[in-house]
T-cell receptor, first 111, second 114 residues
Framework: DAKTTQPNSMESNEEEPVHLPCNHS???????IHWYRQLPSQGPEYVIH???SNVNNRMASLAIAEDRKSSTLILHRATLRDAAVYYC????????????FGQGTRLTINP | NAGVTQTPKFQVLKTGQSMTLQCAQD?????MYWYRQDPGMGLRLIYY???????DKGEVPNGYNVSRLNKREFSLRLESAAPSQTSVYFC?????????????FGPGTRLTVL
């Protein structure tokens, strides 16, 4: 499985945008880029995914580099509830969607 | 919809005891998964079931068995618990949409093996 590299931790202020980077230089053509987050004492929660084009949904935006070797998860206006560990995962569907979680980025939001 | 439910929420076992973790989903998903999460780490896949009647090993299957009882339920069994199996266990389910899908996770079972 292709690996991803994320900063261990990041900090931001409430109501400001947050850009969470992810490097995945060994990504293959069939790998989708998934983002999940895990709030304290909860199971992971799906955030967004993409293949080549930038994606938007109600939670966040995903910006994918043209060469696909990196991506950025964008939270447009952070709230205290966005404090979580964010995981960037590469995955392809092979009968089932197996996810390989790294250590993720722990995001702290300051009031 | 309750989504993915797991029982029990907490469990303490002695070394060598056995137990079964239960998982059920009400979203009519084909695929189900079991993960474990050790302190400060990401999740690791133990076993998965791509569809009813099939199960496959994940990254860390040793010491575990699974049963896909029906489309809704996927159980994880520890036959002889060891302290190294102290962890939080998460069940998840998913349904394929196009070429990928999102997984829905349960709240987890916190297991301590003494």
């Amino acid at each position: 499985d292709a690996k991803t590299t994320q900063p261990n931790s990041m900090e931001s202020n409430e109501e400001e945008p947050v850009h969470l980077p992810c490097n995945h230089s060994t990504i293959s053509g069939t790998d989708y880029i998934h983002w999940y987050r895990q709030l304290p004492s909860q199971g992971p929660e799906y955030v967004i995914h993409g293949l080549t084009s930038n994606v938007n949904n109600r939670m966040a935006s995903l910006a994918i580099a043209e060469d696909r070797k990196s991506s950025t998860l964008i939270l447009h206006r952070a709230t205290l509830r966005d404090a979580a560990v964010y995981y960037c995962i590469l995955s392809r569907f092979q009968g089932a969607q197996k996810l390989v979680f790294g250590q993720g980025t722990r995001l702290t939001i300051n009031p | 919809n309750a989504g993915v439910t797991q029982t029990p929420k907490f469990q303490v076992l002695k070394t060598g005891q056995s137990m079964t973790l239960q998982c059920a989903q009400d979203m009519n998903h084909n695929s189900m998964y079991w993960y474990r999460q050790d302190p400060g780490m990401g999740l690791r896949l133990i076993y998965y079931s791509a569809s009813e009647g099939t199960t496959d090993k994940g990254e860390v299957p040793n010491g575990y068995n699974v049963s896909r009882l029906n489309k809704r339920e996927f159980s994880l069994r520890l036959e002889s618990a060891a302290p190294s199996q102290t962890s939080v266990y998460f069940c998840a389910s998913s349904e394929r949409r196009g070429k990928t899908n999102e997984q829905f996770f349960g709240p987890g079972t916190r297991l301590t093996v003494l």
